[in-house]
Nanobody
Framework: VQLQAFGGGLVQAGGSLRLSCAAS????????MAWFRQAPGKEREFVAW???????YYADSVKGRFTVSRDNAKNTVSLQMNSLKPEDTAVYFC????????????????????WGRGTQVTVSS
């Protein structure tokens, strides 16, 4: 199983970026997929998850600015990021394969079996 995230880059504060993550090796159409991020010198933190039916949940820091979506037919998950701030600068990771034991804690790092390699997002002030 592989997860490949892409779409990162350099953007000015207030701008937008769209990240996508393509999964291969198995289908995640019935499983929760998520985005996390890790800023320099900080621990990896939860950004958003989306379940098989399209229900989503966001970290307070991105609520109202970021939107997670998925295409089950293409086995992809995306993250539309608007009104970006310098504090959004981080490496963004996609995750999939929610562990049954964490089905009610999909915001935890340890909740997922599979991780992508990450894509860098840099927001300049």
């Amino acid at each position: 199983v592989q997860l490949q995230a892409f779409g990162g880059g350099l953007v000015q504060a207030g701008g937008s970026l769209r990240l996508s993550c393509a999964a291969s090796g198995r289908s995640f159409s019935t499983n929760t997929m998520a985005w996390f991020r890790q800023a320099p010198g900080k621990e990896r933190e939860f950004v958003a998850w989306i379940n098989w039916s399209g229900s989503a949940y966001y970290a307070d820091s991105v609520k109202g600015r970021f939107t997670v979506s998925r295409d089950n037919a293409k086995n992809t998950v995306s993250l539309q990021m608007n009104s970006l701030k310098p504090e959004d600068t981080a490496v963004y990771f996609c995750a999939a394969g929610l562990k049954l034991a964490y089905r009610n804690e999909a915001y935890r790092n340890e909740a997922y079996n599979y991780w992508g390699r990450g894509t860098q997002v840099t927001v300049s002030s």
